[in-house]
């Protein structure tokens, strides 16, 4: 277990519905990081949140959005879903202190099926 | 820019054969960069980070300043490394960007 939960591992939905994953970091990480991975895409940073505010953001779609909560825990919120939204999406989590010599610790996914 | 370039989709050989894995960055300040690993569409694994210029799996990266590369290197492949690599920058704005990943296939 690398200490980052992410949940649901699967979910399969309609086009046009809203879906929400959930990701909880190591503890003790502040940051949170979302990447979208999809066959002819590689991984795509989505969207970083630090401590609860937003702190950068990548190639991430209008529809979708993400928050993190006093927690820690982010949610990733993906709505108006197409079909071309099926993939794996992983959430990571990290400590800026740490992070030059640990790197980022990934969790297992949520693979996303737009049907 | 920041950049990973990876230019090698797919990289094929046979077990016992020295492998390879292109990495090649645009970052103009003071690169951290790593080797993860991914097995079967599991989660990422790091592999390597350049500031500890350690071994895993009998696997090695050097960074090269000079060439902005930091190539991963095993001696001999095993079947067991058959698997999607992913080299990846860690800038100063916290955010890793990653290459487009380089799939090894080592066969038997």
């Known amino acids: 277990d690398s200490g980052v939960t992410q949940t649901p591992k699967h979910l399969i939905t309609a086009t046009g519905q809203r879906v929400t994953l959930r990701c909880s970091p190591r503890?003790?990480?502040?940051?949170v990081y979302w990447y979208q991975q999809s066959l002819d895409q590689g991984l795509q940073f989505l969207i970083q949140y630090y401590n609860g505010e937003e702190r950068a953001k990548g190639n991430i779609l209008e529809r979708f959005s993400a928050q993190q909560f006093p927690d820690l825990h982010s949610e990733l919120n993906l709505s108006s879903l197409e079909l071309g939204d099926s993939a794996l999406y992983f959430c990571a989590s990290s400590n800026r202190r740490n992070s030059w010599n640990y790197g980022y610790t990934f969790g297992s996914g949520t693979r996303l099926t737009v049907v | 820019a920041q950049r990973v370039t990876q230019p090698e989709k797919l990289l094929s050989v046979f077990k016992g054969a020295p492998v390879e894995l292109k990495c090649n960055y645009s970052y103009s300040g003071s690169p951290e960069l790593f080797w993860y690993v991914q097995y079967s569409r599991q989660r990422l694994q790091l592999l390597l980070r350049h500031i500890s210029r350690e071994s895993i799996k009998g696997f090695t990266a050097d960074l090269n300043k000079g060439e902005t590369s930091f190539h991963l290197k095993k001696p001999f492949a095993q079947e067991e490394d058959s698997a999607m690599y992913y080299c990846?920058?860690?800038?100063?704005?916290?955010?890793?960007?990653f290459g487009t990943g380089t799939r090894l296939q080592v066969f038997p």
């Open positions: 990846a920058l860690d800038t100063d704005t916290d955010k890793l960007i």
């Open positions: 503890s003790g990480d502040l940051s």
